[in-house]
C-alpha cells in the first residue's frame, strides 16, 4: 500500500517564471515616501555625506584634468618645478579622497542601519495593534521575513545602491565636465552612444523588481516552515515525518535558488551591455582624438586628459546601471513592508472611547451573532448574563461557539450583530486597553516566553515586586516547583516554557491571572492539565479568587462546574439551555446528556485502573 503525500496547498512554490504580484507603486512614489517618512530625519548627516561625496567626486575628475599638465610640462616640456609640484598635488588629491571616501562610507553606514532600524521599530509596533483576524490569516514566517529579510534589502538599496548611485552620478558630472572643457565635440561623439543603454537597463531593472518580489515571498515560506517544523519538532519526530520536512524545506530552498539565479542573470546582463557601448565609445574617441591630434587641432596632453576622463567615465557608468537593479530589489522590499505598514487594524478605539469603569462587573450578551468569514454562523443570536460577582459556566460540545464568546468579550473580534456589554456599557464604546485591563483570562493554550519565571508571572504587571509574585504562586500551587527549578524564580523557562511541563505552564499561566487581580476572570479550563493534587489546589485557589468576582468559565469536565450559579449550554452557536446544575439534569435535555456521557467515561476509566492494579 502506498502512503497518501501529506497536500499542503500553502506550500505550492513559485516557479521562477510564476507571474509576481505586480507593483502597486512607480519608483518615483517608493523613493518619495521612503525619503518623507524615513530619510528626512538625517538631512544632517546626508548633507555631509553627500558634500564628502561631491569632493570624492571632484578629486576623480581632478586625476583627469592633470593627465594634460603631467605630459605636456613634465614629458614634452621638461619643467623641473612641475615634476616636483605635480606628483605632491596627486599626494594631495589622493589624501583628500581617502579622507572624503572614509567619511561619507561612515556617514551613509550609519544613515542606512538608522534607517533600517526605525522601519523595523515601527513596522513591529504598527503589528501589535493589528487584530487577531490577521495574525490568523498571515503565516508567521512571512511576518518574521518582512522584519528581516526585506528590511535587510530595504538597507542594502539605500546604504548601497541609492548611496552608490548619487557617488557615481555626481563623479560622472565631474567628469564630462572635463570631458567638455577638454574637447566638446569629442565629448558629444562619445555622449552620443550611451543613451542607447537606457531602454534595456530600465527593462532589466523592471523584472529585477518582479523577481526580487518573489524571491521574497519564497523566503517568507521557507521561514514559515522553520518556524513550523521548529516548534512541532516533538510531533515530527513522533510521526516519524523527518524526511517529509526535509523535503519541503529542500522544495523551498531550491525555488529560493532559482529566482537568485535568475537575479543575477539579470544583474550581470548590465555588463556586456554597457562594456560593448564603452568599446563603441573609445573607438570612435580614439579615431576623432587621434585625427585631431595628426591635424594638430589639440595637443597630445590635451587628449590623453580627455581620454582618462572616459576611461574613469566608464566605471559610474557601468555602476549606475548595475545599481539600479539593486535599487529595483529594494524597492520591492520596501512595498511589501509599505503594504504591511498600510493595513490598519478594524478594531480599534472607537473616537470618544472612554475608558472602562468596572462597578459589579456584569457580563452580557444581546442577540449576539457572528461569523469567521467562511459563511457558517459561529453564534446565532447568542443571549447570556453573567450577574456581578457570579460565576457562570459555557459547556458543550468541541466547535460549538464557546471560544468565540470570550472572543467578543474580549474584543478580539468585532460582533456581526447584537451587542457584548459590561456593566451595561458596550466593549465597542470603551478603549481596548482598559477593556483588556479589566479581564484576567487563562486559557488551555499556555503562552510563556523565553524568559525567567518571574517575569512570565509578572506579564501584564510589570511593576509588581517579588513578594507579589511569590504570593500569586503560591495561590496557584506553583511555588513549591518554582523553587526546585535550578534557579527558582530567575529559571529562564525556554520557549513557550518548553523547560517545563504542561501542568506546571498552566500553573504559571494561572499565577499571572492572580497577580493581575482584574475584576472580571475568563478560564479556559484552567485546570485541564494538573494532576488531580494540584488541581485541588489550584480550584481551592480559584474559589478564593473567585469571590466578589464575575467569573465566565468553559469547561468540559462538568465536574468542575457543578457549583457555578448558573450553566449555559451551547451547542451549534445557540444556547440550548441554562440552569444551575440540578435544574439542567431535572431537564433531562442537552446537559443532562452531557453528564451521562461523561460520568459513563469516567466509570469505564475507573474500572480500567483498578484493572491495571
Known amino acids: 500500500m502506498v502512503a497518501a503525500k501529506p497536500n499542503h496547498a500553502r506550500d505550492k512554490p513559485l516557479t521562477a517564471d510564476s507571474p509576481a504580484p505586480r507593483a502597486q507603486h512607480s519608483t518615483q512614489v517608493l523613493v518619495g515616501r521612503m525619503v518623507r517618512e524615513h530619510v528626512l530625519p538625517y538631512t544632517r548627516s546626508l548633507v555631509l555625506a553627500v558634500g564628502c561625496m561631491v569632493v570624492l567626486a571632484a578629486t576623480t575628475a581632478t586625476y583627469a584634468w592633470l593627465m594634460e599638465p603631467i605630459l605636456n610640462e613634465i614629458f614634452e616640456n621638461k619643467d623641473r618645478t612641475m615634476l616636483v609640484v605635480l606628483p605632491l598635488a596627486v599626494i594631495v588629491l589622493f589624501l583628500i579622497k581617502g579622507a572624503a ?25 504598527h503589528l501589535m495593534p493589528a487584530d487577531l483576524a490577521f495574525y490568523h490569516n498571515t503565516a508567521t514566517g512571512e511576518l518574521i521575513s518582512r522584519l528581516t529579510n526585506d528590511l535587510k534589502l530595504v538597507r542594502n538599496a539605500g546604504a548601497t545602491a541609492l548611496t552608490g548611485m548619487i557617488k557615481e552620478f555626481l563623479t560622472l558630472a565631474f567628469l564630462v565636465a572635463v570631458m567638455f572643457y577638454q574637447n566638446w565635440p569629442l565629448a558629444l561623439s562619445a555622449a552620443f552612444v550611451f543613451p542607447l543603454a537606457v531602454l534595456p537597463v530600465i527593462s532589466i531593472g523592471r523584472r529585477m523588481r518582479k523577481t526580487s518580489t518573489k524571491t521574497q515571498v519564497e523566503m517568507g515560506r521557507f521561514t514559515t516552515i522553520l518556524n513550523e517544523t521548529f516548534q512541532g519538532v516533538r510531533h ?120 472602562l469603569e468596572v462597578g459589579g462587573g456584569v457580563i ?20 447570556l448574563m453573567v450577574p456581578a460577582g457570579k460565576t457562570a459556566a459555557l459547556v458543550g460540545p468541541s466547535g460549538a461557539g464557546k471560544s468565540t464568546i470570550f472572543n467578543l468579550i474580549l474584543r478580539f473580534y468585532e460582533v456581526g450583530s447584537g ?131 464575575t467569573t465566565l468559565v468553559i469547561a468540559h469536565r462538568l465536574s468542575t462546574v457543578i457549583g457555578a450559579d448558573v450553566i449555559f449550554v451551547i451547542e451549534g452557536g445557540r444556547v440550548v ?37
Do not use: C
Not at 457584548?420 to 483570562?441: C, K, N, Q
Not at 440540578?582 to 431537564?587: G, R, T, W
Open 101 to 125: 571616501g572614509y567619511a561619507q562610507a561612515v556617514l551613509m553606514k550609519y544613515v542606512g542601519l538608522r534607517i533600517t532600524t526605525d522601519m523595523r521599530i515601527r513596522l513591529f509596533t
Open 236 to 355: 515530527v519526530k513522533a510521526y516519524g515525518m523527518e524526511d517529509y520536512e526535509i523535503g519541503r524545506a529542500t522544495g523551498a530552498v531550491e525555488q529560493v535558488f532559482r529566482l537568485l539565479i535568475k537575479k543575477s542573470r539579470l544583474r550581470a546582463l548590465t555588463t556586456p551591455i554597457m562594456e560593448n557601448l564603452g568599446g563603441i565609445a573609445i573607438a570612435m574617441v580614439i579615431f576623432i582624438g587621434g585625427w585631431q591630434v595628426i591635424e594638430g587641432q589639440t595637443t597630445t596632453g590635451a587628449f590623453f586628459s580627455f581620454i582618462t576622463a572616459l576611461l574613469l567615465a566608464l566605471q559610474p557608468i557601468n555602476k549606475l546601471a548595475g545599481l539600479n537593479a539593486g535599487l529595483q530589489e529594494g524597492l520591492a522590499a520596501a512595498e511589501r513592508v509599505f503594504t504591511l505598514l498600510d493595513t490598519e487594524p478594524e478594531i480599534k478605539d472607537r473616537p470618544g472611547a472612554r475608558p
Open 364 to 383: 452580557a450578551l444581546d442577540q449576539v451573532g457572528f461569523s469567521y468569514g467562511r459563511g457558517v454562523p459561529a453564534l446565532e443570536g447568542v443571549s
Open 419 to 549: 451587542h457584548v456589554r459590561l456593566d451595561g456599557t458596550d466593549v465597542r464604546d470603551v478603549t481596548l486597553a482598559s477593556l483588556r485591563r479589566a479581564i484576567g483570562l487563562v486559557s488551555q493554550e499556555v503562552t510563556l516566553f523565553n524568559d525567567t519565571v518571574r517575569t512570565n508571572i509578572a506579564y501584564g504587571r510589570l511593576d509588581a515586586d517579588d513578594d507579589e509574585i511569590e504570593a500569586a504562586a503560591r495561590g496557584a500551587a506553583a511555588d513549591e516547583f518554582i523553587r526546585a527549578l535550578p534557579d527558582g524564580y530567575d529559571t529562564v523557562v525556554g520557549e513557550h516554557g518548553v523547560k517545563l511541563s504542561a501542568g506546571q505552564r498552566q500553573r504559571v499561566a494561572i499565577a499571572r491571572a492572580m497577580l493581575k487581580n482584574a475584576p472580571i476572570l475568563l478560564l479556559d479550563e484552567a485546570t485541564s492539565a494538573l494532576d488531580s493534587e494540584s488541581e485541588r489546589l489550584v480550584q481551592q485557589a480559584l474559589s478564593r479568587l473567585m469571590e466578589g468576582r
Open 577 to 613: 439551555e441554562s440552569g444551575t446544575h440540578s435544574e439542567l439534569l431535572a431537564k433531562s435535555g442537552a446537559y443532562a446528556r452531557l453528564h451521562d456521557i461523561q460520568y459513563a467515561d469516567d466509570v469505564a476509566s475507573r474500572g480500567m485502573a483498578r484493572a491495571r492494579a
